[in-house]
């Protein structure tokens, strides 16, 4: 362990030993070779000097104290969560490709053991590289029973390196099997066969959600920029409007005949009461940033049944949203320009 290393595990040390725990965890299913203390540190470490580059930044650009630590605090927990989620979808990400080459490295099983194999035999030889990171379990496996290991033990410790219910599910009905004597062979083909229609039913609920997810990609990356594009616009020429009327430019001579009449209170009072386009765009920036973070965390929802498998589309859609409510504002701008003039 080099100087490095140390300093992350003492800096690891403050935080609490759940979350390292949850770190771990996350470490083993991902079948990451480092050092979940080590990670965790370097995170921490990592999130408090961004935010305090961050305060730096909002100070120096003259944004006051009181907004500039709340802004470094979200900073720092950005980039926390970021290392978190990342290790996160990698370790959901490695589970479902094991659930993808299940059914088949379970039916060669059966397969292997109706040929009179025994099954750390079978194991061993349906360690193939097409079955990709599930060859690395089942050579695991293999290896472990090989070594004496009883093969129970063996199913029990590789479910908890992979993060998977349908795993987990197959291994118990295995270890059960084998635990009354069953006909494995006849017992792996059934499991392998309620994976494929498992498999098969969750095909058929992300095409029938299809729908939804347009619905939500349409509303928050097309729909609400191209509103909040116009309605800046909208604000921008209405102030623009107030300015020339103050000015006595073209529509001058109406504002100043109001004056001159002394009915001026309901113009004035609408001027001061209106919002400024900087405002307008700070809101609608904020509401495209919301909107499209909850909408990807809904379509994780809807099409895998787990909102944090959805953090992968947020850059995507905050950045496509973003364009289209300035390339909108642009468009809206230069086809009425005649009014900002």
Do not use: H
């Not at 129970?152 to 270890?175: N, P, Q």
């Not at 909208?234 to 103050?246: D, E, F, L, M, R």
């Amino acid at each position: 362990m080099n100087v490095y290393s140390k300093v992350y595990v003492k800096v690891s040390s403050i935080v609490p030993k759940r979350i390292v725990k949850k770190y771990e965890q996350y470490v083993i299913t991902a079948d990451l070779k480092i050092d979940a203390r080590t990670y965790v540190g370097f995170t921490l470490l990592l999130s408090v000097l961004s935010g305090f580059v961050s305060i730096m930044f909002f100070l120096n650009i003259g944004a006051p104290l009181l907004y500039a630590l709340p802004l470094g605090f979200i900073t720092g927990a950005i980039i926390m969560a970021f290392f978190y989620v990342r290790i996160a979808l990698l370790s959901d990400a490695r589970a479902s490709q094991i659930e993808n080459y299940l059914p088949e490295a379970l039916q060669l099983i059966a397969a292997n053991i109706r040929a009179g194999m025994t099954v750390d035999k079978a194991l061993w030889l349906c360690a193939r590289p097409e079955f990709g990171p599930f060859e690395k379990e089942l050579r695991k496996m293999a290896a472990e029973t090989l070594g004496g290991k009883p093969i129970t033990t063996a199913l029990t410790e590789s479910a908890k390196r992979v993060k998977s219910v349908i795993l987990d599910r197959a291994y118990l009905l295995l270890i059960q099997g084998i635990e009354l004597g069953g006909a494995l062979a006849n017992l792996l083909t059934e499991i392998a066969g309620d994976i494929r229609t498992n498999q098969a039913l969750r095909s058929e609920i992300t095409a029938a959600t299809t729908m939804y997810t347009i619905f939500i990609i349409f509303a928050s990356v097309l729909a609400a920029p191209m509103l909040f594009a116009v309605s800046s616009f909208y604000v921008q020429a209405t102030n623009k409007i107030w300015q020339s009327q103050q000015s006595g430019g073209p529509s001058g001579g109406g504002y100043a005949g109001l004056e001159q009449q002394g009915d001026t209170s309901v113009l004035k009072m609408s001027q001061e009461n209106s919002l400024t386009f900087e405002e307008v765009r700070i809101f609608a920036v904020a509401c495209i940033i919301i909107t499209t973070f909850f909408g990807s965390l809904s379509i994780g929802m809807i099409k895998y049944g787990a909102s944090r498998k959805g953090i992968r589309y947020i850059p995507i859609f905050v950045t496509a949203a973003l364009a289209v409510y300035f390339i909108g504002y642009l468009l809206v701008s230069t086809a009425f320009a005649d009014i900002l003039r």
